[in-house]
């Protein structure tokens, strides 16, 4: 949190959530963050409920031969720039469902994955910093759009 600039913070990033076959263990602890508890909504964190208006995806749960068009068709909805983050192991490499019959692997195996938050499940403190660290991912991507040819300089 300490390194987090206030640009950042009021940039108000829109959530995207989606399960492709968790075990909901992984989402149970991200509607955690959501609750008063967590407030991750102090931090601008928000959770829409369309991918036209998001600008963070979190996928919980694996890549496997069901989900792998509906997957892509929510990622090719949402606006550039746009950040993916995988949550739990399941979501990071297959987790325990890995080298299953229909499972292909980790969500990086469908997608550019920006942000890994591992475990099983991870705690929603971890997820709240793994929702930070997109936040971030998103300005440079924004600055990367606006200044082509300038790079990235946060
Ligand atoms: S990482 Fe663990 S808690 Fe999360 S979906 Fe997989 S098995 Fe369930």
Redesign the pocket.
Known sequence: MAGISKNIMSKSPWVVHVNCN??N??DIEFLACLTPIYDAERLGIINVGTPKQADILVV??SANYKNIDVLKNIYNQMPEPKVVVAV???ACTG??FHSCYNVIGGIDEILPVDVYVPG??PKPESIIDGLIEASRILEEKRIKIKNPDKGVAI
């Open positions: 968790s075990c263990g992984c919980t749960g739990g192991a399941c987790g325990v099983c499940c």
